[in-house]
């Protein structure tokens, strides 16, 4: 690879747009411009654009096309079902995961002095493995319960047991919210026999087009009067339909495909950099996500840490060393290390992985020598 190559391994946080979404996208930017309230053909055409696009994502979804919400994007999403629960269903105990996305817990503590209530984290091991018999004793010791927890984590992949945690909250009639920005477009979500009330996604995050997002609400469960009405992204939404539809297309192939770049990256750094560490289950193939992989790194007395270095390289993945993240500090990971998050696409090739692999080695080969 050439110095000007530029490689691109941070798709947990925004992934490229895939040129098939762009396409069905841009007529809706140039000529098909209208919006639904309009009472004119311009009107009916969006109308029917967003009603079609509705219908297409219940599908996948396999619930009724009322229950699909267009949002802004997945804060959007995971901030109407967090409200709606506690403003409408009277919650008054929110029970979650000291490992969800920081908006999301911020927006709960906003709650918890605004509506009184009460906030209860799941019990969780070094590896960041929820302790499901402890949420069994929250829900069974408390009422009207609302459970929030991420379906994977954003920042190193680990994946919950979002169906038994729905088992337990429909045992106990709690309400079940879960974020699953990261799995939505890599894992079939059947949601006529997942028991989740609620659950929120973002386009961007399987190549489609940033600002839109979708919330799944189930039959019965009420929003909040806050959520107005207001005039719908229709480009975003035929890109994240054609996006999804993709996306559930190929999810075999890709999932092997994502699988083998981060097996190849895990062999690479595994052999060449010392004292190396995979903070979670990102290592583990069958406890965290393809996508996701997150190192801790020694430290390399570089004039600029890792993350300055690899960017000077051309290579763009997140972390760095200047302060831990409340997901790896709620893991334990200790301050003064480099803690980097690789992140997939079905796009990377293994020769990119090679090449970051090499790129790394060599910072502590010339540390050592």
Known sequence: MTNNTKIYLDNAASTPLDRKVYNVMTPYLLDQFGIPSAHHGYGRDAK???????????????????????TSGGTEANNLAIISAIECAFIDHVITTPFEHQAMLKTLKTLQRKHDVRVSYIRHDEWGNLDISHLDYLLRTNTRNLVSVMHANNEVGNIYDIDAIGSLCKKYKAIFHTDAAQTTG?????????????LSASAHKFHGPKGI????????????????????????????????????????????????????????????VPDIRFNGNSANATKSIAAILNVNLSQTRLNRNLLQHLDDNQIAVSGGDSSLSHVLKAL???????????????????NEIDHVAEVIASVYQTVAA
Do not use: W
């Open 213 to 272: 997002g979708v919330l799944y609400c189930r039959k019965g469960s009420r929003l909040t009067p806050a959520f107005n009405s207001f005039t719908e992204n229709i480009p975003g939404i035929i890109g994240l339909t054609k996006a999804l539809a993709i996306a559930h297309g190929e999810i075999d192939k890709k999932e092997q495909h994502i699988q083998s770049l981060k097996d190849r990256m895990i062999d690479k750094l595994s052999a060449q």
């Open 48 to 70: 029917a654009a967003v009603e079609i696009s509705r219908t297409n994502i219940a599908k996948l979804f396999n619930v009724s096309p009322e229950e699909i919400i267009f």
């Open 332 to 350: 334990g990971v200790e301050s003064g290390s480099d803690n980097l998050r690789f992140s997939f696409s079905k796009f990377n090739t293994l």
């Open 186 to 198: 890599y894992y079939r979500h059947d949601l006529k026999e997942l028991n989740v009330n609620f």
